[in-house]
């Protein structure tokens, strides 16, 4: 990883030069920041100590106009990781904390198939399929790429669980009704039930295999689903 010098930095603050009033600007994460996990993406501008005092991190802009404050586990200097897509010229940001020292990079998604990126993680026994799934969607471009990803790290059948493929299947639907100005609610939960007949025939396909279906089959399955979106109308 290349960590380029910070703009501005003083230990309890970083400024960082972004497109501003010009252009839409986005700090991502879960709830605005990364904690434990980020993904790498863009260029690391800055990874340091920052001393957040009262437990707190705020995100705000240089006029005042705006202001984002978050609590955190701990007070005090602790390690802050904050990337850019394009250093001076910034739209997308992403700000990770509780990185340990010991983090690792891995490949997103953990299921095999061509990486949609890679992400920094102190989980030690790897990430979590719901945390993977969640980094997957965590955005709109490259939507074919991030759905295929995300429908590769759909768990496997749970009899003991059997709300949960329902439960993901939504979680995904409600990520398509960004994709259209016109898509329903109504019309993303036909394509989350749609998503849910296609992963069942892939897995039936794929009896003998362990872990969740092939990366081809999650690609068509996508394609399939993003032209649906397209068409606005879902099969019933």
Known sequence: MTVLPAPTAD??????????QVGHTRVSGVDTFWSGTMPLLGEIVFDGALDLDDARICVGDIEGLRRWTQRVGRTGAQRVIVQVDDPGYASRIHVGLDISSAARVLPLPSTGGPALFSVLT????????????????DGHDSPHSRLAAAISLLSSP?????????YEATLIAEWLRWLSINL????AEGLGEQLRRLVHAARSAESGRSGGIAHEDAADIS???????TRGAPER
């Open 184 to 187: 329903s609610y109504a019309e």
């Open 223 to 229: 394609r399939t689903i993003l032209d649906a979106v």
């Open 11 to 20: 230990g309890r603050h970083v400024a960082i030069q972004t497109r501003g």
């Open 158 to 166: 749970d009899q003991a669980k059997p709300w949960q493929d329902e």
């Open 122 to 137: 102190s989980e030690h026994d790897g990430m979590a399929l719901p945390n993977e799934r969640g980094l997957a969607l």
